[in-house]
């Protein structure tokens, strides 16, 4: 049957050869054992550098705790297709607050968020009339794209660039409506430029935040003595202790659309990467006045797991 | 199961000529390596320390904090025995001059150390041209670049100084 001399018989003796269990092959081929992970997968291998995935913020897109970077979720580059999803808790002085949320971070470009908070207001519930321990619930759906720029390579002084679009929907607009806000649900936009500064290990995040929020919309959207987007700024420093281990600093400024004289957020965190698949963050958090409660400062901790 | 299964085929074959020449058949061109360096000569090009890609640091402190001359030897064979050998990125290094590499790559790092050498390979856009490299396969190479330079306990804070000299030559080397 096989007349031509091609498939040449060395190639078929290849072909058999491959085809042995291991261990006999391995003595021919020298350690192919572990072929390219670099095959036309949905999803490669850990191909973004360790922590570049950024963490989680509470609204569910990749950035630090509190301020939105502009770094896009999953640990995939151009090729794949990267997840990451977390669960964060905060606990304050009179609130405990936890969040929990996943994103999908698109070829490195576009990423889609979701994040479920929920704010339980213990005490404070009843004081305000609403319930001992009543909780506040929000679902945030967050799109985010990068425009340009890269957080590590590329020209060292052109920060990665991403556009992002949050819809905020309070599941509480009974509650909303009562504190005086005008709506239970808003849309933030934000814009933000991030950097890793190679030559002094820091990075370095500036976006700005269309918003109506109040309280991050866990108090509703605007009030009706004040129904404007105003433009409020986040900030972050960290400082790369090592490919695991960084160190920072974090403020986003908040309007004060109800008039119970809400407060500019502050955080020092700490962002640790156990394995390339998860970091745990830990931060000391300064949420300020929440609802007439001054002073709301405590530990914000965060698990994140990304792929 | 599959090896009785290909074992006809085996035998069905017919043998091959004694004679055949078979990389004239397929069209393979012997390369020989240059007998004193053990390199396979590239087309001419101009040498330059521009084609490094990068300026020198200052002073002796990133020299030293890589170990010298001879620390930075180890680095950059190190370095290239983990990219030649890592499955992440087998497609594009498999068949490329191991020797040359070697030689030029250890010659970079020590220029742009400022540790007493000249970089007589070519520009990085040439070099990559055509290698399809994909920002995943660069952060590949960094991360071998991290753990070369961190068996030779070199400070974090440095070695991020020296991936700072060459994190925008992504510009001539990611081409997806
Ligand atoms: C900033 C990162 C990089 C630096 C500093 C660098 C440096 C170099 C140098 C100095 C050479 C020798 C040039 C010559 O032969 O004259 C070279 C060649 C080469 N590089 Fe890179 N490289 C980098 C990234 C990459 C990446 C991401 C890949 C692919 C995964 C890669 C694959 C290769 C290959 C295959 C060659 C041999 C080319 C040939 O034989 O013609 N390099 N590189």
Redesign the pocket.
Known sequence: MIKTIWPPAPAVATLALALIPAPLAAQDTTSTAEEPARAEGFAEYNAKLLLTNAVSTIDGASGGGISNWATIAGRQESRGIGVQAHVTAVLLPDYFYQSHGVALGIADRVELSYARQNFDTQDVGAALGIGQGYVLNQDVFGAKVRLLGDLVYGDPLVPQVSLGVQYKHNLDGAVAAAVGAADDDGVDVTLSATKLFLSHSLLVNAAARLTKANQNGLLGFGSVADDDYSLQFEGAVAYQFSRRFVIGGEFRSKPDNLGLGEDDWFDLFAAYAPTDNITLTAAYADLGSIATFTGQRGAFLQAQVAF | MLFTATLPLLLMQQAPAENVDWDAEFGVEEVARDPETGEIP?EPYEQSNA???ATPFDGEAMAAHFGGREGIRRIADRFTDL?FSDPR?AG??AG??EV??RR??F??FCYILNAGCD?T??D?RS??SG?G?RKA??N???ENLQQAMREEDVPFAAQNRFLAK??P??RD??ER
């Open positions: 590239v084609n490094a890609g990219s990125v594009i290094f490329h001059d040359r590499f030029t790559i010659e970079q970089y390979g070519r990085m070099s990559h290698l490299s396969d660069l590949a190479i960094v060459l994190a030559m992504s080397i990611v």
